[in-house]
């Protein structure tokens, strides 16, 4: 059963990547509405709104507009300008919420210097605004690109953070050289086909690894400007850092737990309502397609919701 799962998220990983089936899934009326599970809209009025109400419910939000690998300097401008209008919605409606970015999205494919250019207008203004923004860490021919492009934006504004992933061979020594910049850090397992040279494969071992390093996030809390966000769904790890935080007298706002819009909703209104701060990370946007692979890959049960919006009239 573990290999055929195994089998079956390299599958869906890999089709993730082919923009032919992103074309043919795109207007199936029923990927669609199975995809409407995750994200609360395609526009970016769905992904405030569900954060107005998280927000009456006593938890945080971060949006991220979908899309990866853009082609066109054009494109990467227009979702920066995307980007900085709901850098501004969010201040007029007073919003706890913050953004989260993918480098790819911002023109990484067309040069570095496109990106950074990007980036660092919008890490600008939500430095402005006293907001804050999260770059995502994508597959690891980018991991080097991203630290070194987090370091420049971090030398220049402190309201950036990035996403590690604990399923890297390279990250405890990733984190350690981050360590002296006062980063901030969301720790994840890691969602892409990596081979086995460049990441752990075993699940166990990932989650040792994930509580390995969260350790580290919580045993220097001083060392970090944001409060390290713990990405997982993973109810033993979250109970697992609740406990470590407690046994050591750390208070609930020194770090958070994050999730996905739609996965563990009841776990993510239990937590905050008990004092744990929860942000969950709203997507909007048209380009679900890869995103969505990859939520399928996570959990492969999750291809009997596609199959029963199939079968929905
Ligand atoms: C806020 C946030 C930001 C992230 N950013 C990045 C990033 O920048 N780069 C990156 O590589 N990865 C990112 N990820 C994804 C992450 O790497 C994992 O792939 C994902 O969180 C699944 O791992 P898990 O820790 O939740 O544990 P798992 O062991 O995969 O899941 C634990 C349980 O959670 C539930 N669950 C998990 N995933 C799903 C799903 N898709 N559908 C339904 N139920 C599910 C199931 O009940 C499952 O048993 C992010 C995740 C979060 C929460």
Redesign the pocket.
Known sequence: MVAVMGVLRRVLLRASRSPWLARQMRNRRFVRRAVTRFLPGEDAESALKAAQIFATQGILS?LTELGENVADRADAEAVTRDYLKVLDRITEQRIPAQL?VKLTHLGLDLGRDICAAQLSTLVKRADALGNFVWI???SSEYTDVTLDLFREMRRQVPNVGV?L?AYLHRTPRDLEQLMPLKPSI?L?????NEPKEIAVSS?RKVSERYLDLARELLDNLSSQYHPP?F????MR?VNWIRAYARGRSIAADCYEV???YG??SEDQRRLAADGCRVRV?ISYGTAWFAWYM???A??PA?IWTVARSMMAP
């Open positions: 971060v989260s995502d860490m994508e996403c992933q969301r994840v397992k890691g969602a892409y699940k966000g990405g997982t769904h993973d790890l994050q999730m996905l996965i563990r990370l990859r939520r399928l996570e959990r999750n």
